[in-house]
């Protein structure tokens, strides 16, 4: 039978977030800010198992009691996203028949039910999906002197969002050979081999923490499921 696994890239260093630490491990309502992501992946029902890989120089992982049920923590992470998702489906030993939730470390708002959603409408696909949202507002093209150089039509435009899903040995067929920083999400690794994959809608609450203004729309957001 196959298997169920969300696989959470988490060796990055959050350059961007100018914090001391990578922004996974800052303390949001008490706890690391993966901490979040990986209980909110262990809390849906049907995935076996919560796989995070880190780097091998990883100092912060082990300063934290995450005490999460189907977690296991594999350290070796790459350079890069699509190095650290390949090398975790290596330490898996997945089948290839298995399914794979790849899921970003900084969304960790993530609710339950968006992700037993993409379960459900990819239960029968035979390439896999991802979250994602329809485009709402207008959208501008900008020229190099940041003025708008053309009004994009948004019909048909959607930002992607995690977990995107695919059967183990289709993933590691796409990530296999490509040029690592031309992959941003692992749909667009599936779509160079001339597949498509299923957009299923996801959530505006599933944001990714970027810059440290994030942090307090994340705060909000899991005390309001904490008062429910």
Not at 30 to 45: E, F, I, S, Y
Not at 62 to 69: A, K, Q, R, S
Request: proline letters at 6%.
């Amino acid at each position: 039978m196959a298997r169920m696994i969300a696989l959470v890239p988490a060796a990055g260093t959050g350059s961007r977030f100018g914090a001391p630490s990578p922004k996974q491990y800052l303390q949001l309502n008490g706890k690391p800010l993966m901490w979040h992501t990986l209980a909110a992946l262990a809390a849906t029902p049907g995935v076996d198992e919560v796989a995070v890989v880190i780097s091998p120089q990883d100092e912060w992982f082990d300063d934290f009691d995450w005490d999460l049920p189907k977690l296991s923590v594999h350290r070796v992470g790459g350079s890069c996203r699509a190095e650290s998702v390949a090398n975790g489906l290596g330490a898996l030993a997945c089948e290839a028949e298995d399914w794979v939730l790849v899921h970003d470390a900084a969304r960790c708002c993530v609710p339950v039910a968006a992700v037993e959603r993409l379960i459900a409408a990819l239960a029968g696909h035979e390439v896999g999906g991802l979250l994602a949202l329809p485009v709402p507002d207008t959208v501008k093209r900008a020229d190099a002197d940041g003025q708008v150089a053309v009004t994009v039509p948004r019909k048909g435009l959607w930002l992607a969002q995690t977990p995107q899903m695919f059967r183990a040995g289709l993933l590691a067929k796409a990530l296999l050979g490509m040029a690592a920083e031309d992959i941003t999400d692992e749909a667009s690794a599936i779509e160079r081999l001339g597949l498509k994959p299923l957009l299923v809608e996801g959530d505006a609450q599933n944001f990714k923490v970027t810059y440290p203004r994030d942090l307090a729309l994340a705060r909000a957001i899991l005390a309001a499921r904490e008062e429910r």
